[in-house]
Structures are given as structure tokens and as C-alpha cells.
Nanobody, 121 residues
Framework: QVQLVESGGGLVQPGGSLRLSCAAS????????MRWYRQAPGKERELVAS???????NYADSAKGRFTISRDNANNTVYLQMSSLKPHDTAVYYC???????????????WGQGALVTVSS
């Protein structure tokens, strides 16, 4: 079964850094865009950053200058490097893959299970 597996969440102090990873399962031939969303308690899910297969990136205003999204196309993995973290960055972070093609199937999008990031002293 095709799936996205996230790792790297945890507790970090304000001002600290953390890197999230999201690896797609084997058997994936290509992925168009990959994105990171987050959902804070009591709030709607919001887009944090995205990256196309060609490497074009976009960021939410809240992430600009602090977060960096990158991807390893050979391994179908996307990363989110987060720095200067603030308490309001606390949320569950979700990986999203758009336009996933395997040798036999095509999926409009896939979601990871979520990784909790807590920014607190």
C-alpha cells in the first residue's frame, strides 16, 4: 500500500530548530508537488510550504525566513527544516503528496499520519 511516513516531530524550546521528514513508500514512480500542512489545536489545517517536482517552493507568510522545504526526488522524500521556532508553531504537521504515480496506479493526493511539534519552554 502506498503511504507517506513522517518522522522528526517532538518537543523543542522557543528559538530552537527541528527537521521533519516524510518518506513515501517504495514503488512510487513520481510525485508532482509535495506540501507540509499544520493544524494547531482548535484551528483549521493550514498550508505551510510546498515544493514542486522541479524544486519551486512557496511558503506561508508565517514560515518565510524561518522554514525551508526541500525534497529528494530519487527517494521520494520531503523535508521541512524549521528554525527560530515559536510557541505558536505548535501543531500537528502533515505531509501531503499531490499527483502520485506508481507503476500501476495514480493517486490525486496522499497524506501522512501527522507529526506533533510542540514548542515550549
Amino acid at each position: 500500500q502506498v503511504q507517506l511516513v513522517e518522522s522528526g516531530g517532538g518537543l523543542v524550546q522557543p528559538g530552537g530548530s527541528l527537521r521533519l521528514s516524510c518518506a513515501a513508500s517504495v514503488g512510487i514512480f513520481s510525485i508532482n508537488a509535495m506540501r507540509w500542512y499544520r493544524q494547531a489545536p482548535g484551528k483549521e489545517r493550514e498550508l505551510v510550504a510546498s515544493i514542486t517536482s522541479g524544486g519551486t517552493t512557496n511558503y506561508a507568510d508565517s514560515a518565510k525566513g524561518r522554514f525551508t522545504i526541500s525534497r529528494d526526488n530519487a527517494n521520494n522524500t520531503v523535508y521541512l527544516q524549521m528554525s527560530s521556532l515559536k510557541p505558536h508553531d505548535t501543531a500537528v504537521y502533515y505531509c501531503n503528496a499531490v499527483g502520485v504515480r506508481t507503476l500501476t496506479n495514480w493517486y490525486p493526493e496522499l497524506w501522512g499520519q501527522g507529526a506533533l511539534v510542540t514548542v515550549s519552554s
